[in-house]
């Protein structure tokens, strides 16, 4: 079985940083594929960012946090993070980690495992 285990949010000021993490057992694919998602009130799930890590890795990221935030992944560890700095306001929502079993992309349906979820909130 799958789990996924997310940690690191809270409350930040504007400008301020926060790394999420994604703690993942049973996910054991030699080609990994996951991203991390959020979703504000009233709004719709977006794509945050997604890593796709085989021999090397290739990134995808959202307009809306390229150059702030960035996606890895530990292997040994089988831990996935994302470090978000330079916050926004429009950065608040509640985040989740997602595994897929083959490639994904930032659309979501590709993803059959997710966290739980971890807040976010940035405020001054």
């Known amino acids: 079985e799958v789990q996924l285990v997310e940690s690191g949010g809270g409350l930040v000021q504007p400008g301020g940083s926060l790394r999420l993490s994604c703690a993942a057992s049973g996910y054991t694919p030699a080609n990994k594929c996951m991203g991390w998602f959020r979703q504000a009130p009233g709004k719709e799930r977006e794509g945050v960012a997604r890593?796709?890590?085989?021999?090397?890795?290739?990134?995808m990221y959202a307009d809306s946090v390229k150059a702030r935030f960035t996606i890895s992944l530990d292997r040994a560890k089988n831990t996935l993070y994302l470090q978000m700095n330079s916050l926004k306001p429009e950065d608040t929502a509640m985040y989740y980690c997602?595994?897929?079993?083959?490639?994904?992309?930032?659309?979501?349906?590709?993803?059959?495992?997710w966290g739980q979820g971890t807040q976010v909130t940035v405020s001054s």
């Open positions: 997602a595994a897929a079993p083959a490639f994904c992309a930032l659309s979501g349906g590709e993803y059959n495992y």
């Open positions: 890593i796709f890590s085989s021999a090397g890795a290739t990134y």
